[in-house]
Structures are given as C-alpha cells and as structure tokens.
C-alpha cells in the first residue's frame, strides 16, 4: 500500500518525538565529542611540530649559551657579565632548582619538559653534563610568533565544518530510516481514517436527522428510552466525526477569528450534549461569568465539545460534571475515572488512549492541544485517579 | 722582643680571629697556589647545588680521599690530600657556611 504525505500526517506522537529527540541530541553530543576530539589530537600535533622545528635552533643556541657560560665560568670574578644574545633569552638554574641568574619574561620553568609552550613563550631545557657556574639547567626563551596556531585554527575551522556537515547529513538520513516505520504506520492510519471519514458522513446525518424528526410523545416509554440511546450513540458517532473531518479536512482552512461570547457557546455545546449525559444520568454544575475570546468559532466548538464530551463519557454513572467560566479561564471538571500522574504528560499525544471500554479513536486531546497551542492558551490537567479531571483552559 | 711580640699578636690573631673559615680555611690555603675561590668553582662545576656543595665540602674535610677530591690530578699528585679536619660539628658547618656565603655565585652575575 502506497502512503502519500500531508500535513497532518506528518505528525510524530509525543513519544516518538522524545525518541528521535534523544536520538539526535546523542547523535549530535557524539558527533561534537569526535569533532572536539580530532580537533585537539590535530592542534596537539602541530604545535609538537612547530616545538620540532623550534628545537633545532634551540638546541645551537644552548650549545653557543654553554660555551659562553663555560668561559664565564674559568674566569668568573674577573667577570661577572652574563652573557647575552639578541635572538633569545636565558637563565641558569642550580641541581636544586634554584635560580642562579634569569632574564626570562615567563619565569615558570617546567623542567620536566625539554621543550614546551607556555603564555605565547617557547621554553627549551637544556642539562648540562658540566655544572658551569652551578648550572644544572640552562633555559632559553623564544617568543612565539603564532601563526603555526592560527594556520592550526583555520584548518581546524575548516576540515572540522566540512566533517560537521557530512556527519549532519548522515545523522538527518539516519533520523529519517530512524522515524520511518513510525511515519509509515501513522500516515496509514490517518489515511484510513481520512477515507472511512467520508464514507461516514451520509449515513450518520441520516440518522441524526430522522431522530430529530419523530414524534417522541406518541411512542411508548420503552421505546422512547431506546430512542434516546440511539441518540446519544448518534451524537458520539457525530462528534467522532467531526473531529476526523477536523483533522484530515478543517485544520487545514485559514482561521475566521472573532470575538465569542463563551456563555452562549457553552449553552449551545451543553443543550447538544444534554441527551449524551442524560442517558450516564449526570448531573451538571455550572458556575459561568461573562467571558470573551478571540479565536476561530470553529475551533473553540471542536476544543469545548472534545473537553465535555471526555468529561461525560469517561464519567461514573450519577456522576456530575461541571463547568466554571471566568474571563480568561474555563474549567471543565468530572467525578469520573480519572488519569494516573505519569499517564498526563501523554494524555495529549494522538492515538494515545487510556481507557479502552470507551469508543474513539485517540485523536480529541490531541487536537485540543493542537487548537490551544495555536492560541497559546495554557492547559492546566489535575486529576486524581478514579475520583475525576479537572482541566483549565487559561488565556 | 718585637720578633716574639709580633709571632704572640699573629697566634692571637689566628685563633682569636672572627670565624671559624678564617681560623681553620683560610690560614692554610694562604700557602697553595690555587685559591679558595678557583676551588670553590671546582665544586660547584661538580655539585652545583648549595646542599650538594655543602655536603660533599663536609664529607671531604672529614674525609679526604683522592678519588672524591674535585682538584685535577696535577693538583693533587703536587701537594697530595689534606689531613682529616679535626673540627667539631658545629665549627665545621660553620666555616663551610662562610665559605658558600663568601664564593657563591647567586646575586653575583650581572
């Protein structure tokens, strides 16, 4: 079977999500590691071949410096002058690390090391067989002009962009073979659902229609009561499908905001589902203030009808479910089954769905949380398991 | 008279002098031809350090053997090796302690 693209089915569940997330951020952490690693085994090298070529020269200069010392040496007291050379500069240290005379500019001698690089100065350490003056240790100071680390840099920069891009690269297509049986199996749900939508539409308004037209006062009570579950039945089927028709057709049209009076519209979605929580026997408790909101009428229909219709279905029976309206806040809360604390972080996930005896495809919360996010309204869940939700919507 | 005057004030002098360097040191080096100073360059060409130089000063004045003497060999094959310093500890240390102070090269060079 063939799966074609849209925008709703591009849509990764929440989970999946995190997976890939973490995936990549692995990914990404190992990538910058290696990166970071060849970096400095690069840099490390080329200053160990600078030090290379530097210590060439050094080593002369030590030879020419010991000789010098040599002479200072047999004639020391007639002469004190240490000697001196314009191309680096020295300093003489005892068998105990003491110093004997230094015309370094970065005193710190490391004299485990012959040769090394510290604060932009390049440091030689020479032993001397013949302690000359007390010399154990003859150090020569160069200063470095730079221009090894900055050539380093520039390849560094470059290579290190050329291995980023191409690990980037291989980490999208290894994220794409990662996602795709998941992208696969929901764009073939969402294709299923998008063709049995259609087929559902006739039949459904039949229904609904030839309900809304028989006289319920010449029938008999019994049947009477029949009638009124087919209703409800009806109405959920309804409501099923138009949060299909939402998700596969709607949510694609451009919004038509405008200000809504919320107290009509919830009186509106209440007398709709009047029939639904008459046949669980629920009673209702509202507490309503006026209160406005800018949005897409259709879309606020799609998040209350979804919020109540939760709300009634996943209620006990004699249950009572409730509504408060403030300005900038409606609560819809039930005495119903309730969610378990780690399950809320997923509750808004598409096809997610916690409770099976119940009709439905999943797909409700996660479109309220689509609608809610597109109006940056907050959604508050407290729940409390098998004593009921309380969700706020918050604007 | 003056003559024994004159030999009295010098004794005096030499063991009465300020330190123990000048009383045990220098009274006999006076008579070699290589100075206390081109001496003090031999051992630091071979210890370096102020403790190396130090010890080996006193492991030498205690006892002298030709194969751990820093002097060359025409040196020591002229005047041979010095007798044992019968020196107590104190006055030893002393005079070696002088005599780093006296030839080192630390805070001389310029």
Not at chain 1, 139 to 150: C, Y
Not at chain 1, 209 to 221: C, G, P, V, Y
Not at chain 1, 307 to 316: G, T, V
Request: proline share 2%; net charge positive; with cysteine.
């Amino acid at each position: 079977m063939s799966v074609s693209k849209s925008r709703a089915t591009n849509s990764l569940l929440r989970s999946e999500r995190k997976s890939l997330i973490r995936f990549l951020q692995l990914y990404v952490g190992l990538v910058i590691l290696l990166l970071i690693a060849l970096a400095v085994i690069y840099y490390e090298a080329g200053k160990r071949f600078m030090l290379s070529e530097q210590r060439a020269d050094l080593n002369q200069y030590a030879y020419i410096q010991t000789k010098r010392l040599k002479a200072l040496h047999h004639y020391f007291d007639e002469r004190v002058t240490y000697p001196r050379d314009s191309r680096f500069r020295s300093a003489i240290f005892d068998n105990e690390y003491h110093e004997i005379f230094s015309l370094l500019k970065q005193p710190k001698i490391n004299f485990k090391q012959e040769i090394y690089l510290k604060d932009r100065k390049i440091h030689f350490v020479e032993t001397l067989d013949e302690f000359y003056l007390g010399t154990r240790y003859l150090v020569l100071e160069v200063d470095d002009d730079g221009v090894w680390s900055k050539l380093l840099w520039r390849n560094i920069l470059a290579y290190g962009g050329v291995i980023w891009l191409f690990f980037m690269g291989l980490g999208i297509f290894l994220a794409n073979r990662f996602v795709k049986p998941m992208r696969d199996s929901i764009m073939l749900l969402d294709r299923f659902i998008k063709d049995t939508t259609h087929e559902l539409n006739t039949p459904l308004a039949a229904i609904l229609a030839n309900i809304e037209i028989m006289d319920l006062s010449t029938m008999q009570e019994k049947n009477r009561r029949k009638l009124e579950r087919i209703n409800a039945a009806a109405i959920t089927v309804s409501l099923l499908y138009k949060d299909l028709t939402y998700l596969t057709l709607e949510q694609e049209h451009k919004n038509k905001d405008e200000w809504i009076d919320i107290v009509t519209l919830l009186e509106e979605r209440m007398d709709y589902f009047r029939v639904l929580s008459l046949s669980r026997e629920l009673s209702c408790q509202t507490d309503l203030e006026r209160a406005v909101i800018y949005m897409d009428q259709r879309k606020l229909i799609r998040v209350v009808d979804n919020l109540l219709s939760n709300a009634i279905k996943y209620n006990k029976r004699n249950g009572t479910v409730g509504i408060i309206l403030r300005q900038g806040s409606l609560t819809i809360w039930d005495t119903g089954i309730g969610i378990k604390e780690e399950q809320k972080e997923m509750m808004f996930d598409r096809y997610m769905r916690f409770e099976e005896s119940e009709g439905g495809f999943g797909v409700g919360l996660s479109i309220v949380k689509n609608i809610t996010d597109e109006y940056r309204i907050k959604i508050e869940v407290v729940s409390k398991l098998k004593e009921g939700t309380r969700i706020t919507l918050l604007w | 008279m003056v003559k024994i005057i004159i030999a009295v004030f010098t004794l005096t002098f030499f063991v009465w002098s300020d330190n123990a360097y000048e009383r045990h040191c220098v009274s006999c080096h006076r008579e070699l031809p290589t100075s206390l100073q081109r001496m003090f360059m031999y051992y630091l060409e071979i210890y370096s350090g102020e403790k190396s130089v130090k010890v080996a000063l006193k492991r030498y004045m205690r006892n002298p053997f030709r194969d751990v003497s820093v002097m060359p060999e025409l040196f020591l094959d002229t005047y041979g090796i010095k007798q044992p310093l019968k020196l107590d500890e104190r006055e030893l240390e002393e005079a070696i302690e002088i005599y780093w102070e006296t030839y080192q090269v630390h805070g001389r060079l310029k």
